[in-house]
């Protein structure tokens, strides 16, 4: 008697998101936003398998302010530009703060986030190669926390050092501290922070583009994170495949705007 046919089953090949973060770590829609997707991230779940890559590029915020130099309450006052717009955007950072169960504190001092980006870079490089970034997530969680919810100033070189060490990129303070004081990274976090503004035309944070082609402006509700990755799925595969097309100096398609942060032209703090 013939052996039967063998019947195997193919496996399909995992949908991948690509997500390019563009953030600032002295700006609290870049916390809320990073709760927000990686809140949608881990309860995305289709019929088929997928796959998610989250990269976070530069931008800052007050590019000519001294590390340390202002409260970081009263530095919102120089995006939204007077005391009683910002009294107004702070309730309303605290009311979206209350949705994810975390408390802002605006008492930490804060400054030039240059630095700390450069620490991001490096975070990357360590660990994003993990399949999950589950150690990458972890860190920009403990970073965001650092400045939005412990009142640490993540302008200042000690503090990152010391979330450095916490984070396993460094073996003790002062190795942190060498590496800050070298330079390192610097020249990559002024390119990328150039190429945001002049290639892909963010104008403020946070910003995000999936897969190349879609453009989020602001912080979202996780709602509109998986109706956004449930419709980029069902796109036909022709639509998928290759980067958006470049309008304007900005990607072509757009979505959803929420709550942002605007570069201001801080004076140079004496």
């Known amino acids: 008697m013939p052996p039967s046919p063998t019947t195997t089953t193919t496996t399909p090949q995992p949908f991948h998101f690509k997500i390019d973060i563009y953030t600032d770590t002295v700006c609290p829609f870049s916390h809320l936003g ?11 779940s289709p019929p088929t ?6 990269t976070y590029h530069p931008y800052i915020l007050y590019p000519n302010s001294r590390p340390s130099s202002r409260k970081l309450g009263a530095a919102l006052t120089y995006i939204y530009s007077s005391h009683t717009r910002t009294t107004s ?21 804060t400054g030039n986030s240059r630095d700390s980006h450069r620490l991001i870079l490096l975070a990357q ?17 403990r970073l965001y926390q650092a400045s939005f919810q412990r009142g640490r100033d993540i302008s200042s070189r000690q503090t990152l050092a010391e979330l450095g060490v916490e984070a396993g990129l460094f073996g003790t303070v002062d190795k942190g501290l ?8 610097g020249e990559e976090v002024d390119k990328e922070c150039e190429k945001a503004k002049r290639e892909i035309g963010v104008r403020a944070v946070p910003s995000y583009v999936v897969n190349e082609q879609y453009v989020v402006g602001g912080m ?3 709602v509109v994170w998986l109706s956004l990755f449930d419709k980029i799925m069902r796109q036909p595969t022709s639509q998928l495949q290759g980067g958006g097309e470049q309008k304007g100096g900005q990607l072509g398609r757009r979505e959803e705007h929420g709550g942002n942060c605007r570069v201001v032209a801080v004076e140079n703090d004496t």
């Not at 709760?35 to 995305?44: D, E, I, K, M």
């Not at 398998?49 to 989250?54: A, K």
């Not at 060498?178 to 990274?185: K, N």
Request: charged residues 15%; negative net charge; without cysteine.
């Open 34 to 44: 990073f709760l927000s997707l990686t809140t949608a991230v881990s309860s995305f």
């Open 49 to 54: 398998p997928v796959t998610f890559s989250l």
């Open 89 to 109: 955007i702070l309730t309303h950072l605290d009311n979206l703060a209350s949705t994810y169960n975390i408390k802002f504190n605006w008492e930490g001092m």
């Open 125 to 141: 490089s360590r660990f994003q190669a993990s399949p999950s970034q589950q150690n990458l997530r972890r860190f920009m969680s």
């Open 178 to 185: 060498e590496w800050l004081d070298s330079g390192a990274l």
């Open 220 to 222: 979202q509700d996780p």
